[in-house]
Structure formats: C-alpha cells, structure tokens
C-alpha cells in the first residue's frame, strides 16, 4: 500500500458521556425510532404530542401543500409522495422535516414559522413524533 494511515494524526478521543450524548443526538437525526424517551431523558420532560403540538403545526404550515387529500394541481408543485397526514407519516419523514423545517429550513417555501416553533418541531421529530 502506497499510503499509511500510521502517518495520519490521531484524533483525541471524547469523553464518554458527552460522546453518548451527541452519539444518541445523531441518531435522532438519523430516524426516529432511535429517538424513544429511554434513550433522551430531555424527551421525559417534553409535553409535546402529535394531538397538542404537531398535528396543528403540519396542518398550519404543511398540508397545504404536502397532503394526499388535495388534488394534485393544488399542492402547489409539492411531490406527491411526499405526505404529512398522520403521525406515522410524520414519524417516517421525520429526518427530511428536521432537515427542511428546522432553523434556517427551506420549507414552508414562503416561510411562516418562527425559529421557537421550528425549535419545538425538531425537538417533538426528535423525542420520536410521541
Ligand atoms: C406552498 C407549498 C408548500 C408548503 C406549505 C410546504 N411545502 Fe414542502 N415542498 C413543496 C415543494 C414545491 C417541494 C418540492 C421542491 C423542493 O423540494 O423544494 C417540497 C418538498 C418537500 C420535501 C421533500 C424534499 C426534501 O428535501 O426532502 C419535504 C420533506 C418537505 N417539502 C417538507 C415540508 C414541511 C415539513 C412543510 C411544513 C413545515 C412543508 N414542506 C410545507 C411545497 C410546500
């Protein structure tokens, strides 16, 4: 092998608890199932539900456009796979709503929300969409 990986500087290792928190934070982003109550503590304390907080944010701000019950030529351009109409659908797109919702997000296209409750939203997708 022309290149060794020996010559590459070692990186300093994290400290352990730290590291479990990040380690847990990411795999939130990655999927909520990774997200339960169990595994955050900070989900314990979160009185956000689907019932008092996400089911009125996504019909507020995204099944204007991001619901199977519009017809097509009203979702304003909205993919038609792409569907935010029950919690489970919420819980399964909860990385690309992190992604485009979260601070500085791209969606709702016309923006709306303010920063705090796009805070709020990644952190109820985040404690796993209870
Ligand atoms: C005015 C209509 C409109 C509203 C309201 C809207 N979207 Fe969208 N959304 C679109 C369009 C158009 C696209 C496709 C173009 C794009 O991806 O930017 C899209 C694409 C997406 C995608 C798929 C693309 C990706 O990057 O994963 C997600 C996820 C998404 N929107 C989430 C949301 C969420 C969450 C909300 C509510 C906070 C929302 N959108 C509100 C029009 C809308």
Redesign the pocket.
Known sequence: MPSSPKSLPRRRPARPRRRAGLLSLALCVAGPAACGSDTDPACDRSYLRYENFGAPF?VS??R???SAQLPPDLR????LD?N?DTVEDARS?AH??V???GSGG?????GG?SDDERALLVEWLRCGGP
């Open positions: 996504l701000w995204c204007p456009c991001h304003q351009d909205a993919p792409v935010f797109w690309r709503i992604l485009t919702t791209t969606m709702p296209p016309a929300p």
